[in-house]
């Protein structure tokens, strides 16, 4: 069996369903987008950073690290942050109320299972420490029933981190996506990829 990076697999699980409090229209992702990239050009000009509406400023720098644990800046292209990803997700809670009760909520339930664990918050612990907790709520097949609202939070905020990323200019790019090239004359599908689905 052929293995594929996490950066693959999260590509591909991009459009997959999310928790019904956290779900996006492919419209909703491209709107937030276009709002967060007109707040992001407006903060540069004005020389001063992205102000959040909607998450507090500890709220926001959580969405950060936890998204940039996700997808990380490697070779390819940069980080789920440097994709503005947090932006995005902040016009999506401002642009969707009813999914703000349960991006507030999951947030501080990472916080306070990082509190029991190493007794700071998620922000401020290591890196080896917040990756741990990660590990935890990671997969939906961690029997442990008193973690099953973070799993299925952490589930959800991997999805939207996934969709943020690869529906920007930078995600676009790191897929090596090949379409919307203009062709000036069809001559049929090539033959070795007629031979590679068996119709050829």
Request: with cysteine; hydrophobic share 45%.
């Amino acid at each position: 069996m052929k293995t594929i990076s996490r950066r693959s697999a999260l590509a591909l699980f991009a459009g997959a369903p999310a928790a019904a409090a956290l779900v996006w229209t492919d419209v909703e992702a491209r709107q937030a987008h276009e709002h967060a990239d007109a707040a992001r050009t407006h903060a540069t000009e004005a020389a001063t950073p992205f102000k959040p509406k909607f998450f507090t400023a500890h709220e926001y720098t959580t969405v950060g690290v936890m998204a940039d644990l996700i997808i990380p800046r490697d070779e390819r292209s940069g980080s789920a942050t440097d994709a503005g990803v947090p932006a995005f997700m902040d016009f999506m809670m401002i642009d969707q109320p009813r999914r703000q009760v349960a991006m507030r909520g999951g947030l501080a339930m990472i916080d306070r299972l990082a509190m029991d664990r190493t007794g700071k918050r998620f922000v401020n612990g290591a890196d080896r420490e917040r990756r741990a907790l990660l590990d935890e709520i990671a997969y939906t097949s961690n029997p442990d029933r008193g973690l099953s609202q973070a799993i299925t939070f952490f589930s959800s905020f991997r999805d939207l981190t996934a969709s943020g990323f690869w529906t920007t200019k930078m995600g676009v790019a790191d897929l090596q996506y090949q379409g919307n090239v203009f062709v000036s004359e069809w001559t049929g599908c090539p033959d070795a990829a007629l031979k590679k689905l068996g119709v050829g």
